[in-house]
């Protein structure tokens, strides 16, 4: 079943115990330190909006992408929230997989963080997402991205069920790391109250690959971009054997007579 269709009802409701704002906050000082404190951003699998709408109060001009339709229906609701002066509001959200992504020019940064890269499941398409990003970032333009580490999904979720319940919502999700694959898989049970006492019940199955380090460096430097460093999540620190999360941040690598397409949606 398609990822993120039913979820993406309650999906906002569930991760609001995410530090969203402490996210953007560094994330914002990456961007910042490597020199992009202004201008395009790309948001590749912006779901909702949640970190898309942050750094658009930072200054940038967002476009945000995402391939579930259902996560960017709500992202583009929200839209109409916010007074016509909000930065937010000027957010352009395009329906596209990361993989056949197409936009108007180039930009000067692109960001993808919550592990989006990590639903990427084969290296032909990681490294075809990161020819994309290369082809698309200014000259010397910045490219971060997160990524689940393979001690999470052995370590840290492995075989562990998570079930949370709501006074109108719950789920239960189901964890399966494949290790020989290195795939993890995600098994959603999600109830959502309609009217009165009914429930709905939906299913979905989400997986995820895990990457070492040292592929995403190979790939990145093969789709023409250049590795610039890498840091257990929210830190300065290089990652650690025990790291969950780590942060990619690569440049990119100049290429002459840049092809791109601006596609309507």
């Known amino acids: 079943m398609e990822a993120y269709t039913g979820f993406a009802e309650v999906y906002d409701t569930f991760m609001d115990n995410v530090p969203y704002e402490e ?84 930009v000067h940064a692109a960001v993808s963080i919550c592990d989006s890269m990590n639903y990427i499941l084969e290296d032909e398409d990681l490294l075809q997402v990161f020819r994309l990003v290369n082809n698309y970032l200014e000259k010397d333009g910045l490219f971060i991205f997160d990524l689940n580490t393979e001690y999470k999904y052995k370590e840290i979720l492995g075989e562990r069920n998570i079930c949370e319940n709501r006074e109108d919502a719950s789920f239960i999700w189901e964890n399966y790391y494949f290790e020989d694959e290195q795939i993890n898989e995600y098994d959603l049970t999600i109830y959502v109250q309609q009217e009165g006492n009914l429930f709905e019940r939906m299913e ?62």
Not at 81 to 105: H, K, S, T, W
Not at 206 to 224: D, I
Not at 225 to 235: G, I, L, N
């Open 204 to 265: 979905e199955t989400h997986h995820q690959r895990a990457y070492k380090l040292e592929r995403v460096k190979e790939l990145l430097s093969e789709a023409g971009m250049k590795f610039v460093a890498a840091y257990d999540a929210f830190t300065k620190e290089p990652p650690k054997a025990d790291s969950e999360r780590i942060y990619v941040i690569a440049r990119e690598g100049y290429q002459e007579n840049k092809s791109y397409e601006y596609v309507e949606e």
């Open 23 to 106: 996210w953007c906050e560094y994330l914002h000082g990456l961007l910042s330190e490597y020199g992009v404190n202004e201008g395009i951003v790309v948001d590749l699998g912006c779901g909702t909006g949640k970190i898309t709408e942050l750094l658009a109060q930072k200054g940038y001009d967002m476009i945000g992408i995402d391939n579930a339709e259902d996560m960017l229906a709500i992202a583009r609701e929200k839209l109409m929230d916010y007074a016509e002066d909000d930065r937010r509001r000027g957010i352009l959200y395009l329906l596209q997989d990361m993989r056949e992504m197409e936009l108007y020019g180039t």
